[in-house]
């Protein structure tokens, strides 16, 4: 090993970057920190030694013997931990890849179903309209998995891009509910929204923040859609506004809700409630991981009560100004 290479795996901050992962996960940190751990242990155990062993010859190999135990078991756990960060960093930068490469397959393939559904390559009778509207649900669907595992793998990598614009929180919000109206029809559910209609301008990434007010309002119609008795309504409930230097966004539903012993794992990634699954709602478990990472790199929080069979209520808050 040349002496270039010995000064760069001692770099802890740029081996700690390649792996995309913080500092106290890092191995060559911990390793750092370990190797400190057995400098401290080793006088420690020297000293007293030294104090209660008479024989020298005695402390001094005691201390060796020591030490050895403590270098190899530093060892192994610093390359179990290498290990580990590299077979996380691979894992990201395939999904990453994959996510890249199916892009443009999906967009041609949406293209083609257009194309076809047109009548311009010939007439299209209705039963292969109705084939040609299946494939064209499930290339959406295919394309927002892999949207969302693109997300995912930036937000791991800590490569999420955050363009900073003063925008309307009110402009925002009406552009989300137009885009929705058809589905929230579909669903039979009734949206209510309770905020100013005048409100200072939020200097926040306006990307992260629609994304979040989409996964939040998709999760709701979701949940609440079919989810009550059919006598009643699925209801959704807005309310926003601004406390102080903060905004906040509260959305209630009287959907399916979240069994407790599922509530801890809800921003995990991947992670479904078991009642979710029992219904055979489609979703990947990735939309409130999504909410909570651009939350957390809006400098926000977000938080949530839920009841099952009676809804769920998710609040978050970030600053007007992110500087």
Request: glycine share 6%; with cysteine; hydrophobic share 40%.
């Amino acid at each position: 090993m040349t002496w270039k290479e010995i000064l760069s795996e001692l770099d802890v901050l740029n081996q700690c970057k390649k792996y995309g992962i913080p500092l106290w996960q890092c191995p060559n940190f911990l390793f750092l920190v370990m190797g400190g751990i057995i400098i401290f242990s080793t006088l420690l155990s020297y000293f007293l030694g030294k104090r209660y062993i008479d024989e020298p010859e005695v402390t001094v190999l005691i201390v060796i013997l020591f030490t050895i135990i403590l270098l190899i078991l530093s060892f192994i756990i610093t390359r179990s931990f290498e290990r580990l960060a590299e077979a996380s960093r691979l894992k990201s930068e395939f999904v990453s890849i994959v996510s890249h490469q199916l892009r443009a397959p999906i967009s041609n393939m949406k293209w083609a179903l257009d194309f076809l559904m047109s009548g311009r390559s010939g007439k299209v009778e209705d039963a292969q309209l109705g084939y040609f509207q299946i494939l064209k649900q499930n290339s959406a669907r295919m394309e927002e998995l892999v949207a969302d595992l693109l997300v995912v793998s930036r937000i791991d990598q800590g490569t999420l891009p955050v363009k900073m614009s003063k925008f309307s929180f009110r402009e925002l919000l009406d552009g989300i509910i137009f885009e929705f109206d058809s589905y929230l029809k579909a669903s039979n559910v009734q949206l209510k929204i309770e905020g100013p209609k005048i409100l200072p301008r939020l200097l926040q990434n306006e990307d992260h923040i629609r994304d979040v007010i989409q996964n939040l309002l998709d999760n709701a119609i979701r949940y609440s859609a079919n989810s009550v008795e059919e006598k009643k309504r699925s209801k959704i409930q807005i309310r926003y506004g601004k406390k102080g230097n903060q905004f906040f966004f509260e959305i209630e539903d009287n959907g399916v809700g979240i069994p407790k012993e599922d509530q801890k794992h809800i921003f995990e990634k991947f992670f479904r409630s078991r009642n979710a699954l029992k219904q055979e709602t489609q979703g990947s478990g990735l939309g409130l991981y999504i909410v909570k990472s651009l939350i957390v790199l809006a400098k926000g929080r977000i938080s949530f009560k839920s009841e099952q069979d009676k809804g769920s209520t998710f609040l978050f808050t970030i600053p007007m100004s992110l500087k």
